[in-house]
């Protein structure tokens, strides 16, 4: 077990080494990827939370279905901050994993409002979200934010995009914005309960 930073810093080179090592490996011999089973690494325990964990974040969801397939979801969400967090991924590959991101996140709070405003307030996004900042669950801020966040993740379609997204705002802000969203409307919902 690493019990130092310089341990730390040790380990992360071995492993880094040693990845490196196994990805020029199969590469080296011309096969296909599916062809190396044995070359799969062991993706850490403990970080990806439960499906359970994430059920339970969410109680103002009145569909189990629902409840389980956002729960599923935010596990890919806890894959995909692995990869950013854990990886020196950098330029393209990296915002395009925020992009992912924000997407998921982005995706969930579409389900969640309307869920949540199911019977109550029918319309698209951001009438949802106007309902309820008028209705006062959530302030003009937060609204603000889920509508950045909706036209955001909109960005999923690409043949709608107006030029490459080569030049982007997929950054940590970007991230930490996105994230600071979903759970301030997580909280909303929590404080508020079911309106129906």
């Known amino acids: 077990m690493i019990q130092s930073e310089e341990e730390l810093n040790e ?3 071995k492993a880094s080494e ?5 990805h020029e490996y199969c590469g080296s011999e011309n096969r296909k990827w ?3 089973p044995e070359a ?5 325990r403990g970080f990806i939370r439960t499906a359970d964990t994430h059920r339970r974040r969410i109680p103002f969801v009145n569909s189990e279905d629902l ?3 956002i729960a599923y979801t935010l596990i890919l969400s806890d894959a995909i901050l692995w990869l950013s967090i854990r990886t020196d991924l950098w330029g393209i590959p990296q915002q395009m994993l925020t992009k992912v991101y924000v997407f998921i996140l982005g995706s969930i709070c579409e389900s969640v409002t309307k869920n949540y405003l199911h019977g109550i307030k029918g319309g698209g996004y951001k009438p949802r979200t106007a309902y309820l900042a008028e209705q006062e669950i959530i302030d003009e801020e937060l609204q603000k934010d889920l509508d950045w966040l909706w036209d955001t993740r909109n960005n999923m379609h690409l043949f709608r995009l107006a030029q490459r997204e080569y030049n982007n705002e997929y950054n940590d802000e970007c991230h930490t914005r996105a994230v ?7 909280h909303a919902l929590r404080r508020t309960g079911r309106l129906a």
């Open 11 to 13: 380990a992360v080179e």
């Open 18 to 22: 040693l990845l490196q090592d196994i």
């Open 34 to 36: 599916a062809e190396y």
């Open 40 to 44: 799969k690494i062991r993706f850490p």
């Open 67 to 69: 409840k389980s397939n």
């Open 180 to 186: 600071r969203t979903f759970r301030r409307l997580l």
